[in-house]
């Protein structure tokens, strides 16, 4: 006869804990007797999340019930809140027979199964209880990983990480008490396959239902069962378009290893036929890259074939040589207008498209590069622009050395590089430059100022493929240039509103000297005005390129102040000012332009405030002190208080070309009358306006809504692009994600991303990690 179990569940919790006591007491106790020394516990910061396979089968057996009977390790038989625990494996019922010999479990009467997190409910079940095989008719379950649940007509266990539901149902929505709304999503199956392994799930003869309503049945849907990267269908999205008609898109996402995976995405557009496109990314030691391509056979239209394609190429060589590609090409001028957001293009200009490639070395203080780069200008009759030059080849070696005798330093740049464009667009004949840039420093520096006189020779030869205006088929040019950059810093600490600052104070001198060489015949292949910014007025030469180097005879003084936290050192504020004193006309200019005589520039103004984590403001100002006006102004604002709020606004001007207004922003709409917060139900306003000013017209527009259903979220954007003379382009999207399914996002994602500064994906906030001891029992 067992003896009488107590069935008060603190007295067995007792008796269990002074078990377990006397167990780990015992080897101290029989080392002490041999004379050896007592072993020493190792601590662990946490629980181990893991079984060691090696481990489990050495596991013992806990049972626990109101009435236990049977033979020793031949079968056990628990009645009465009967209790069965192995390892990680927890088996609650109201009667449970245990064949020790077979490790099989049969368990009878509101039957619970607790398996590292993931739990099975139902009224009967028999398993293999280390193997993890057996099965459980009609049970609900909830799986740990993605908090998804669902009920079958039975479970299959097929190992300690595979289980085969059958007629069964998914989700991950969770309706609320008493709600009789339908379930976000749910997914219903003939089969579901779940592998925890692989951390997929498989269903076959799928329908899911979207608030109750059957979308498409899907003979076989594969879903993730973590964030991990995975295989499947992703999001679909639905666009119109003035232009191409009602889009929808069903990208599938292809994880061919970890360092490789590809994304396809064909779109059918009602007004245009089908667009395959497609990109694939792969990561090496030595190389990676991406490749887009897309197609659009037959377009209905424009009645031709439209394709692009775009591939970057990064790889490491042998003896020290790198290989960069970075290759654009469309199949017609139209394509940037008829396809503005195409996945095809990693363009930031959409009417010229560069093919580059570039082989580099490098060692020590050398290094070289041959380039050749050809572009594709995609022309608008319209508005046509003057195509650059493609360069077939260029060929470069530097040399650099910080450390010669004297504390002196030296830099030292040959180029050859043939230039070729359609000479009837360009005005002016290809040709050939070949120049040699020698430069000379000596800095002296200490904390708290600094001087660096620098000399500088460049010597310039052309041979042209036909005579320039005064007949000429070659040319040279040689321009010395003299420049000495003075600094001092001054800090001081100061106290504002009670905090601790370090205040700075940092004028600076800037003096150059170049003088005049006669340059205006010579063609123009790569050169253009500087932006006038706080980067570009110290510098020798106002010009960017190598066809023009200006004659210059001037000073350019600046001051900047900053403020610093002293405990972190972060910069909490910065101003300054800047302007060029010009002592001599400047008489080399680009496009025919007169001579510069004025002799003092505009002033820069500008200043940066970090007025707390939240609020963040800036401002630029190009002031003309003759005509007392501001030739460039821009000034921003950012407002950033928590997760998915953030709006974000600029006014740029600039004197007789343009002045216009943006406004940015991700808003939860609720915010604007209730109290704030994250969560389920939630709607959000997101968006982008770029209203002119000088036109009265929103030049671009991103207006749209998201929707946070706890276990979906749903997008419904608007996008007007200004494309040219041909009018806006228009389009709205429509996107449904649901969480559980697929966690990757689409066009309507991308499109957001790109413009709203800071925007955040709705359910992108990291989480804890569910541990199996979350739902243990």
């Not at 991950?172 to 779940?194: F, K, N, Q, V």
């Not at 520039?601 to 200043?607: C, T």
């Not at 749209?704 to 692009?721: A, M, N, Q, S």
Request: glycine share 8%.
């Amino acid at each position: 006869m067992p003896s009488p179990r107590p069935r008060n569940r603190a007295a067995r919790f007792r008796l269990a804990a002074m078990s377990l006591a006397a167990c780990a007491l015992w080897p101290t106790v029989q080392a002490q007797e041999d004379g050896l020394p007592a072993p020493v516990l190792r601590s662990s910061p946490a629980l181990g999340e893991t079984i060691s396979p090696d481990v489990r089968p050495e596991l013992p057996v806990f049972v626990e019930g109101d009435r236990i009977s049977g033979r020793s390790e031949l079968e056990t038989l628990i009645e009465g809140d009967a209790t069965l625990r192995r390892g990680d494996t927890l088996i609650r019922a109201e009667r449970i027979e245990y064949d020790q010999a077979e490790d099989l479990a049969r368990a009878r009467g509101d039957v619970r199964i607790n398996r590292a997190g993931d739990v099975f409910e139902g009224p009967q079940l028999e398993m293999h209880v280390d193997a993890f095989e057996g099965f459980f008719t009609e049970p609900t379950y909830r799986l740990r990983s993605t908090e998804g649940y669902g009920q079958a007509s039975r479970i299959d266990f097929l190992g300690p990480d595979r289980a085969l539901v059958r007629q069964g149902t998914y989700t991950t929505c969770e309706r609320e008490p008493g709600s009789s709304w339908p379930l976000g999503w749910l997914l219903t199956a003939d089969r579901l396959y779940i592998d925890n392994e692989s951390e997929t799930g498989l269903a076959l003869g799928a329908t899911v239902r979207f608030l109750g309503v059957p979308l498409l049945p899907i003979p076989v849907l594969s879903f993730p069962l973590t964030d991990k990267r995975k295989s499947g269908v992703l999001t679909p999205t639905l666009a119109v378009n003035n232009r191409s008609g009602v889009e929808l898109t069903v990208p599938y996402y292809w994880d061919i290893a970890p360092n490789r995976d590809a994304t396809f995405s064909p779109t059918l557009m009602s007004r245009r036929g089908l667009q395959l496109s497609g990109e694939f990314r792969y990561l090496e030691p030595l190389y990676s890259g991406t490749t887009g391509l897309s197609y659009l056979p037959g377009d209905n239209l424009r009645g031709r074939d439209r394709w692009a394609y775009n591939v970057r190429h990064a790889q490491v060589l042998p003896a020290g040589v790198g290989l960069s590609l970075n290759l654009n090409r469309v199949s017609d001028d139209d394509y940037w207008r008829d396809f503005t957001r195409s996945p095809a293009i990693a363009s930031l200009t959409p009417r010229l498209l560069a093919s580059d490639a570039v082989l580099s070395w490098g060692r020590g203080n050398f290094a070289a590069h041959a380039r050749t780069l050809r572009w594709q200008t995609l022309q608008d009759v319209t508005a046509p622009i003057v195509p650059p030059y493609d360069r077939l080849p260029q060929l470069q070696g530097r040399y650099t050395n910080l450390e010669l005798l004297g504390g002196f330093s030296s830099y030292v740049e040959a180029d050859y590089t043939r230039f070729s464009a359609e000479p009837a667009l360009t005005r002016q004949p290809n040709g050939e430059r070949a120049y040699v840039m020698a430069q000379f420093a000596r800095p002296w520096q200490a904390p708290g100022w600094f001087v660096i006189p620098r000399v500088q020779l460049h010597a310039t030869q052309y041979q042209f493929d036909a005579p320039l205006a005064n007949g000429l088929t070659s040319a040279e040019r040689s321009v010395p240039t003299f420049s000495l950059d003075t600094g001092l810093l001054f800090d001081r600490q100061v106290s504002l509103f009670g905090r601790p600052l370090v205040q700075t104070l940092e004028p600076r001198a800037f003096y150059a000297y170049t003088p005049f060489r006669e340059q205006n015949y010579l063609p123009n292949y790569d050169s253009g005005q500087h932006d006038f910014n706080f980067a570009t007025i110290f510098t020798e030469n106002p010009y960017v390129g190598h066809d023009r180097i200006a004659d210059t005879n001037l000073l350019t003084l600046g001051l900047t102040s900053r403020l610093q936290d002293v405990a972190t050192g972060g910069e909490l504020a910065r101003f300054g000012l800047a302007q060029r004193l010009r002592y001599e006309d400047q008489r080399v200019t680009l496009g025919g332009a007169p001579p510069i005589a004025d002799r003092f520039s505009d002033i820069l103004l500008g200043a940066s405030v970090n007025w707390s984590p939240t609020w963040a403001s800036e401002a630029t100002v190009q002031y003309n002190p003759r005509t007392d006006r501001s030739e460039r102004a821009t000034i921003g604002a950012r407002y950033n208080p928590g997760p998915f709020r953030t709006v974000s606004a600029a006014y740029r001007t600039q004197r007789l070309l343009s002045e216009q207004v943006d406004l940015a922003w991700q808003w939860p709409l609720q915010d604007l009358w209730a109290g704030r917060g994250n969560g389920n139900g939630r709607w959000y306003s997101v968006g982008r306006l770029n209203f002119s000013l000088k036109d009265r017209e929103l030049v671009d527009t991103i207006v749209g809504v998201e929707y946070d259903g706890c276990c979906w979220v749903g997008r419904l954007v608007f996008e007007r692009l200004q494309t040219g003379s041909a009018g806006p382009n228009k389009r709205l999207l429509f996107q449904i994600e649901l969480l559980g399914l697929s966690r990757v996002g689409t066009n309507a994602v991308t499109l957001l991303r790109d413009n709203i500064p800071r925007y955040q994906l709705l359910r992108s906030l990291p989480g804890t990690p569910r541990s199996r001891f979350t739902e243990y029992d």
